[in-house]
């Protein structure tokens, strides 16, 4: 079951330019009753109410959609593996109770917040490259990732405020796997994974880092 995140419903109504596949449409969709409420105030906000009322209707027909019933709002009130804004919160509670409740849940977002908080918590996204998963303070979860992604993901080391220590290397690169670093890989330096060497790249960048490519295993 698809479960269905605001920006996917607002990029469909509005032309975005990106668009998941067609063949989302032909699944069964879920969402939150507050992607209703959601998409109402977006399309009010850009006075597109009367324009695009029709076609929100008939996008939210297509959908089930979960109450927000109070075991889902005192969920909401719980901590998630990372801060998360209030409605991600109410999103994440809904899928979260989906799941204990049976449901295999796959959440199609383009919201990157989003999809970092769900992987962490192993919900499976959609049909889109997997969102950056940071691991601090995390050993175990960490070294299970690299063991699953051992031939295709890529690890960004982050030491805080200090661009010039950024490494991007192959989750088989030796400098991860130090006899030396067992028990400690996850601190003081957060680790940052992905299946995708440009997604880590362009973070590296953005955070000031010059040259963070690895020199023994050149992920590049």
């Given at each position: 079951?698809?479960?269905?995140?605001?920006?996917?419903?607002?990029?469909?109504?509005?032309?975005?330019?990106?668009?998941?596949?067609?063949?989302?449409?032909?699944?069964?969709?879920?969402?939150?009753?507050?992607?209703?409420?959601?998409?109402?105030?977006?399309?009010?906000?850009?006075?597109?109410?009367?324009?695009?009322?029709?076609?929100?209707?008939?996008?939210?027909?297509?959908?089930?959609?979960?109450?927000?019933?109070?075991?889902?709002?005192?969920?909401?009130?719980?901590?998630?593996?990372?801060?998360?804004?209030?409605?991600?919160?109410?999103?994440?509670?809904?899928?979260?109770?989906?799941?204990?409740?049976?449901?295999?849940?796959?959440?199609?977002?383009?919201?990157?917040?989003?999809?970092?908080?769900?992987?962490?918590?192993?919900?499976a996204l959609f049909d889109q490259q997997q969102a950056p998963i940071t691991?601090?303070?995390?050993?175990?979860?960490?070294?299970?990732?690299?063991?699953?992604?051992?031939?295709?993901?890529?690890?960004?080391?982050?030491?805080?405020?200090?661009?010039?220590?950024?490494?991007?290397?192959?989750?088989?690169?030796?400098?991860?796997?130090?006899?030396?670093?067992?028990?400690?890989?996850?601190?003081?330096?957060?680790?940052?994974?992905?299946?995708?060497?440009?997604?880590?790249?362009?973070?590296?960048?953005?955070?000031?880092?010059?040259?963070?490519?690895?020199?023994?295993?050149?992920?590049?």
């Open positions: 079951m698809i479960y269905l995140d605001t920006s996917v419903a607002l990029a469909r109504l509005l032309a975005e330019d990106r668009q998941p596949p067609d063949s989302l449409w032909t699944q069964s969709l879920i969402s939150s009753r507050l992607l209703e409420y959601e998409l109402w105030t977006r399309l009010h906000a850009l006075r597109l109410g009367a324009s695009h009322g029709d076609a929100a209707r008939i996008l939210l027909a297509k959908l089930a959609l979960v109450e927000l019933a109070p075991p889902i709002l005192a969920r909401a009130l719980e901590p998630f593996p990372m801060a998360v804004r209030t409605l991600d919160a109410i999103h994440l509670s809904a899928m979260e109770y989906l799941r204990n409740n049976g449901q295999t849940i796959v959440l199609a977002s383009y919201d990157n917040r989003l999809n970092e908080v769900a992987a962490k918590m192993r919900i691991f601090q303070d995390e050993e175990a979860e960490y070294e299970a990732w690299l063991q699953q992604h051992a031939a295709e993901g890529f690890v960004m080391n982050n030491l805080e405020f200090q661009p010039e220590h950024i490494r991007i290397h192959r989750a088989t690169c030796r400098h991860l796997h130090r006899p030396q670093d067992h028990r400690k890989r996850t601190k003081p330096y957060k680790k940052i994974v992905s299946a995708s060497y440009r997604q880590l790249f362009d973070m590296a960048a953005a955070l000031g880092a010059e040259n963070p490519n690895c020199k023994i295993c050149s992920p590049n």
